[in-house]
Each structure stands twice: as C-alpha cells, then as structure tokens.
C-alpha cells in the first residue's frame, strides 16, 4: 500500500544517505592522506634545502697572506703584508659577500722572553678569530663589556684581552677597566723593535675564546694599531663566499688577479664535498 511504499523509500533514501556519508568520509580521509602528504613532502624539502644551503656555508670561506708571510708586522722574517688596495679589488669579486681586514703583531711576555700574546686590529663588523689560522672559536666576554661599534670606528684607545693575558699582566678582573701601555719597542728571537710609538689604552673586557690562541690575545680597533705599529699594509683578508661551491673559483680568480705575490689558504678540498654532498642530499 501507499504507506508501506513511502516506509520503504524512506529506509532506501536514509540508507543512501549513510553510504553517502561513508562515501564522503572514505573521500576526505583519501584527500587527508594525499594532501599530507604533499604538505610533509614540501617540509621535508624545503628542510633539506635550507640545510643543503647551510652545509655549503660551512667552508665558505678563503684566507688571503702575503706570499710566504704569517702577515705579523713585527716577526722576524714573516712580516711580509698585503697591499692596501688588495682590500677594494678583492670586495668587487663575484660570490664574495664579506671581507675583513686584520692587523697582527706579536708581544713577548717579557723584553726576550720567547713567550708570546698577539695584538690584532680589527673594524666594525669583523669577527674575533683567532691567530694564527682564523678559527672563529667561541669568544665570549666574562667580564666588563665588548668594545663597541664606535669605539672600532673612530679608533678609540680600548681594547680586550684573552683571560691568561690578562693573569700575564696581573689584571683582575675587579680592576677592569684598567690603562696598559702597548709598547712596540719589546723583542725576542723573533720579535723585533717596531719602530712605534708606545700607547696607553684603556682594557674594558675579557674574554675567554675556549681555545689556546685565544687565551693570549688582545683586540682593539684597526686605527688604532697603526697608530702604535707602523703597518704600510694588511696582515690578512679573511673572505666570506656566499656559497662552498664557488670557493675553487673564487680561490683561482685571486691568483688570475695577484699572481704568486700572495698565498690563497682554502679548504678546497672540504667545499668541493659540502658542494658535492649537498647534491646528494637534495
């Protein structure tokens, strides 16, 4: 009858409704799935990529000396500097992104003790390395402050000094800041007289790089050094590559420019496996 038929329909219509539910829950759970994953595929990319382009940074870098110098403008033997006008004709290179200029000189302990410090000039933006190689290390001040972006600047009579340095000239660190005289005139076997002018600055910091060469150091600002050391030159160029890649390049486009008066010091053989690697991954 009439009742019985729209009874049965009614059954059939709810039922198609379920599957209809079923239907669209299996799509959206299907649609979920494929949409995770392109999204977790896109992470995952765009993860590698970043690290990919991280890694390349790694060994990214080249070292600029004189030929056959250690750059140290009172050293014996190894006091050879780059030209001035190398800084301008290295910074138009292409894939350089950063070039920093440094000063270096040598301090013993004591008028002919062989033990040394070493004194280095630096400007605004430069990074603390640490001689002889240019490792970055981990300086970081433990006590009075860093010296300031002015201060680099304007060539300012202050500095910082590596922590057994400090113990060398009995500074503790209650006493910071605290007047030292940088005197060129002191020698050893391989130190020679500088003929400078001795110079009062003003020690505001100390720092402790947690490596060797940091612990007997002084910074202060690239003016001045020149001030104190006669220096018609730049101990060392520390360039920054934009990418691992291009660091064979860029090594052999400074020999095309400088020829055999200096000494290209790159981790080639690293940038051409962070290069290498990074192709791998990606």
């Known amino acids: 009858d009439g009742f019985s038929f729209e009874f049965a329909y009614s059954i059939n219509d709810f039922a198609n409704i379920l599957r209809r539910k079923n239907r669209l829950i299996v799509v959206a759970i299907a649609l979920g799935i494929v949409f995770f994953a392109v999204f977790l595929t896109l992470s995952i990319n765009a993860s590698v990529q970043s690290y990919a382009k991280e890694f390349k940074k790694i060994s990214a870098f080249l070292q600029l000396r004189a030929s056959g110098s250690m750059g140290h403008v009172n050293m014996i033997g190894s006091d050879k500097l780059i030209p001035e006008d190398a800084y301008e004709k290295v910074r138009n290179i292409e894939h350089i992104i950063k070039v920093e200029k440094y000063l270096l000189a040598m301090r013993p302990k004591s008028q002919g003790h062989d033990n040394f410090a070493m004194h280095i000039g630096i400007e605004p933006g430069a990074v603390k390395r640490l001689e002889s190689h240019g490792e970055v ?9 860093d010296l300031t972006d002015e201060e680099l600047e304007k060539g300012a009579d202050v500095a910082i000094i590596g922590k057994e340095y400090a113990e060398w000239l009995g500074i503790p660190t209650e006493m910071l800041p605290i007047k030292i005289t940088i005197d060129p005139s002191l020698s050893s076997n391989y130190i020679y007289a500088a ?54 390049a860029v090594s052999e486009h400074l020999h095309k420019i400088f020829g055999k008066s200096i000494d290209v010091n790159a981790p080639i053989s690293s940038a051409v496996f962070e290069s290498a690697t990074s192709k791998r991954i990606q």
């Not at 300086?139 to 009075?144: D, L, M």
């Not at 030159?233 to 990418?243: C, N, Q």
């Open 137 to 145: 290390g981990s300086p970081r001040i433990i006590a009075g402050r």
């Open 195 to 248: 003929k400078g002018t001795p110079r009062e600055v003003e020690v505001v910091g100390i720092l402790d790089s947690g490596y060797v060469f940091g612990y007997l150091q002084l910074y202060m600002p690239y003016k001045t050094f020149k001030k104190v050391y006669p220096a018609n030159g730049i101990s060392w160029l520390y360039i920054t590559v934009d990418s691992a890649e291009y660091v064979p």
